[in-house]
Nanobody
Framework: QVQLLESGGGTVQHGGSLRLSCLAS????????MSWYRQAPGKERERVAA???????TYASSVRGRFIISRDNARNTSFLQMNNLTPEDTGTYYC???????????????WGQGTQVTVSS
């Protein structure tokens, strides 16, 4: 069973930085993509950053130029470096992985439990 564990959330002042980590473990044959989503209170979950094994990265327009997604493939870990944070970045951040399991199952989409990011003004 693939599990994702996020860490690195916390409270930071406006203009500060945080680095989130997501460790994928258990029954992984191959990870095709890892992404970060966030959900603010009363809002829908939105994808903020994504990357594929080919090295392609995409960002939501609201975070482009401030957030950087990266991955340590050897450790099945994704990172989200968040700079120049604003109160609008407050929310629960979730890691998502598209992974092929071993032994093979039909499950391909995996989510972490989330880590809270709070940016004070």
């Amino acid at each position: 069973q693939v599990q994702l564990l996020e860490s690195g959330g916390g409270t930071v002042q406006h203009g500060g930085s945080l680095r989130l980590s997501c460790l994928a473990s258990g029954g992984i044959f191959r990870i095709d993509a890892m992404s970060w989503y966030r959900q603010a209170p009363g809002k829908e979950r939105e994808r903020v950053a994504a990357d594929t094994s080919s090295g392609t990265s995409t960002y939501a327009s609201s975070v482009r130029g401030r957030f950087i997604i990266s991955r340590d493939n050897a450790r099945n870990t994704s990172f989200l470096q968040m700079n120049n944070l604003t109160p609008e970045d407050t929310g629960t951040y979730y890691c998502n992985a598209k992974a092929i399991t071993t032994p093979l199952t039909s499950k391909y989409d995996f989510w972490g439990q989330g880590t809270q990011v709070t940016v004070s003004s």
